[in-house]
T-cell receptor, first 115, second 111 residues
């Protein structure tokens, strides 16, 4: 299957700082990528849809000014958690549909801990 | 009503048995159906996808789709302890690339 990478895999930061997470499609181009958040023992929650060349689409209840998304190229989307707080600690996962299909492949995830 | 529903489990089966995981969806126009496996602390990985009514087999896994009943299932034959994970059902309602995910069924295979 297609390969999606994320960086970093784990990050610990102080409250009030910003954290950038990168999502890359390594062997295909993705005009759309998805960002999810998952709290322990809970299901995936879609946060936003990242669109190459245009603004991201955010799900209801997700603050677009806090979770900044930039889809800079056909292989890279970034999620920046601004002014992070302990309640933002979670597992952030991106996914991308492989070109020509609707099959989504997930990145390995980024575990964010805000102290 | 949730778009995709799964029995959260936990489902326990003995090693070597068949595990049956079920999923129903609400959007009758949905065209694509996916099963993902998620180990604790890891991201989901694709197991299978199915588009047409009937069965689709891949090794020990069989996906079954019944669009009339809006039902999709995953059978795991000869279950192994390494199959212990949460299984996510995902549906593409054909309104774009966005998926709707079920909450997942936790499976434990007992040695």
């Amino acid at each position: 299957g297609a390969v999606v990478s994320q960086h970093p895999s784990r990050v610990i930061c102080k409250s009030g700082t910003s954290v950038k997470i990168e999502c890359r499609s390594l062997d295909f181009q993705a005009t759309t990528m998805f960002w999810y958040r998952q709290f322990p023992k809970q299901s995936l929650m879609l946060m936003a849809t990242s669109n190459e060349g245009s603004k991201a689409t955010y799900e209801q209840g997700v603050e677009k000014d806090k979770f900044l998304i930039n889809h800079a190229s056909l292989t890279l989307s970034t999620l920046t958690v601004t002014s992070a707080h302990p309640e933002d600690s979670s597992f952030y996962i991106c996914s991308a549909p492989q070109g020509g299909t609707d099959t989504q492949y997930f990145g390995p995830g980024t575990r964010l801990t805000v102290l | 009503q949730k778009e995709v529903e799964q029995n959260s489990g936990p489902l326990s089966v003995p090693e070597g048995a068949i595990a049956s995981l079920n999923c129903t969806y609400s959007d009758r126009g949905s065209q694509s159906f996916f099963w993902y496996r998620q180990y604790s602390g890891k991201s989901p990985e694709l197991i299978m996808f199915i588009y047409s009514n009937g069965d689709k087999e891949d090794g020990r896994f069989t996906a079954q789709l019944n669009k009339a009943s809006q039902y999709v299932s995953l059978l795991i034959r000869d279950s192994q302890p390494s199959d212990s994970a949460t299984y996510l059902c995902a549906v593409n309602p054909n309104t774009g690339n966005q998926f709707y995910f079920g909450t997942g069924t936790s499976l434990t295979v007992i040695p």
